[in-house]
């Protein structure tokens, strides 16, 4: 499988979080095929490929609580699977839900696509 670029990433996330009731700005309808990532920082949201859009800077759209509540949910406590070093196959972390576990990871990763990139790729992530 091919690795998914930048903005494959980006238009997966944003889809889901608007399935999810994510509301921002024109954010009306759901046909989100299109999305224009710039060297910038500015991510462009299009419902297609010459339209008008909605534009944001990258760390604005990303690290947006009600963005990332969207996406992840906010239900509570966070469930992980597998985490590599825990010593048991599930760990529970109380009173922290799970977007807010979901930005702090992103926060300390290298890369927050590259975190978000990874996470569409689990079984977490998976529709």
């Not at 990332?68 to 469930?79: C, I």
Request: hydrophobic share 40%; aromatic share 12%; proline share 2%.
């Amino acid at each position: 499988m091919s690795k998914l670029s930048d903005q494959e990433v980006l238009r997966k996330c944003v889809a889901k979080a608007v399935r999810n009731g994510w509301r921002r700005n024109l954010f009306s309808y759901h046909d989100y095929n299109f999305i224009k990532l710039y060297s910038n920082g500015t991510v462009k949201v299009l419902t297609d490929n010459v339209g008008s859009g909605v534009i944001f800077q990258l760390n604005e759209l990303l690290f947006s609580h009600p963005f990332a509540k969207a996406l992840w949910g906010d239900s509570t406590p966070v469930l992980l699977k597998g985490m590599k070093g825990a010593t048991h196959k599930k760990l529970y972390l109380a009173g922290i839900l799970e977007y807010q576990f979901h930005l702090q990871e992103m926060v300390l990763a290298e890369n927050p696509i590259d975190y978000l990139r990874n996470w569409l790729a689990s079984k977490e992530g998976k529709e």
